[in-house]
Structure formats: structure tokens, C-alpha cells
């Protein structure tokens, strides 16, 4: 079983930055991890994801301003973000997959908030 742990939102004005990051427990090869958002009365949606051979797939409307990474040693993705909008307000869960003779299983963190005024 695989347990994701989530830090490092909170509440920054716009043109602010922050850091979150997720570790993950267990020992189990992830074949991605990232993050996904969701806000008030929105569908949650992908923010960005680096895969295991380090290729990332990022939503377009955080394109240039947000940087996924990730320490395979440690088993922790980051998600470093820069010139923060209003419109990046929300709870911002970690996510990975690992993928077995059983199938896909995903991962869920319990989320964090991030809240950018203006």
C-alpha cells in the first residue's frame, strides 16, 4: 500500500510563489506522480505529472509559471510554482500510479490548500 503525504500550501498574494511537495510511502515503483487541483464548484482537474523517465505533461494554463520534479530516491514529487493568480486557488492533491500484473493502482494524498489573493 502506498500512502501519500502532501506539504507546503497556504496563502500567498498573486505574483507569489510556492512550493509543495509529496512524499510517498512504501515500496512500490511508481510509474508517475504529480498533482492534480480542484476548485469550489469545479471538476478537479491535472496540473502537471512527471513520469518515471522524467518526461512531464503539464496543464496549458500553468505552462512557464509551474515546475513538476521529482526525487526517485526519496519518493517525493515537488511542485514548485511561480507568479501565482487567484484563479490557482484550490486544493491541490498529490497523485501517483503504479502499475502491477494486477492492473493500474492510483493514489490519493488527503490534499492541501493553496489560496492566492489578489
Known amino acids: 500500500q502506498v500512502q501519500l503525504v502532501e506539504s507546503g500550501g497556504g496563502l500567498v498574494q498573486a505574483g507569489g510563489s510556492l512550493t509543495l511537495s509529496c512524499a510517498a510511502s512504501?515500496?512500490?515503483?511508481?510509474?508517475?506522480m504529480g498533482w492534480y487541483r480542484q476548485a469550489p464548484g469545479n471538476q478537479r482537474e491535472l496540473v502537471a505529472i512527471?513520469?518515471?523517465?522524467?518526461?512531464?505533461n503539464y496543464a496549458d494554463s500553468v505552462k512557464g509559471r509551474f515546475t513538476v520534479s521529482r526525487d526517485s530516491a526519496k519518493n517525493t514529487v515537488y511542485l514548485q510554482m511561480n507568479s501565482l493568480k487567484p484563479e490557482d486557488t484550490a486544493v491541490y492533491y498529490c497523485?501517483?500510479?503504479?502499475?502491477?500484473?494486477?492492473?493500474?493502482?492510483?493514489?490519493w494524498g488527503q490534499g492541501t490548500q493553496v489560496t492566492v489573493s489578489s
Open positions: 512527471v513520469m518515471s523517465d522524467s518526461s512531464t
Open positions: 512504501g515500496s512500490i515503483r511508481l510509474s508517475a
Open positions: 497523485s501517483a500510479y503504479s502499475i502491477g500484473w494486477s492492473g493500474r493502482h492510483d493514489y
